[in-house]
Each structure stands twice: as structure tokens, then as C-alpha cells.
């Protein structure tokens, strides 16, 4: 299966949907909506904003390994 790197993330508070690039090496614990400003952390559970507000999980588990 092909890892897929983009993720459209879509904030809880205002609604805004952006495209964005996944890291591959770490997970991103923070994000900022560039709408609104609201500082997103991941939801209880998931190890990151994308398996959070993401359209697609992080790369670690994309491929069935334990994410950070």
C-alpha cells in the first residue's frame, strides 16, 4: 500500500479545510488554524492533529506500527 503524505485538515472551531504535508518522521502534536487561530491538539486517543482533523491518518499508522 502506497503511503499517502497530504491530508486536508478541517478545523473544529470555524470550518476551515486545509491541504497539508505529513511528516514523516515525528508526529505533529500542534497545529494552528490559519483561519481562526485556534491551536489544535490531538483528540483523546489519536497520536496526532491528522488522525484527529485529518482526511488521512499519519504515516506510522498508515502502515500499522505504533505512532510515537
Do not use: R, W
Not at 10 to 26: F, R
Not at 30 to 44: A, D, G, M, Q, R
Request: proline fraction near 7%.
Amino acid at each position: 500500500m502506497k503511503i499517502q503524505l497530504k491530508s486536508t485538515i478541517t478545523c473544529p472551531e470555524c470550518g476551515h479545510k486545509k491541504a497539508e504535508e505529513m511528516p514523516t518522521t515525528a508526529c505533529q502534536f500542534f497545529y494552528e488554524c490559519e483561519n481562526c487561530k485556534t491551536v489544535l491538539k490531538p483528540k483523546e486517543g489519536d497520536c496526532c492533529v491528522f488522525c484527529s482533523y485529518g482526511t488521512v491518518a499519519c504515516p506510522p499508522i498508515q502502515e500499522n506500527k505504533n505512532c510515537c
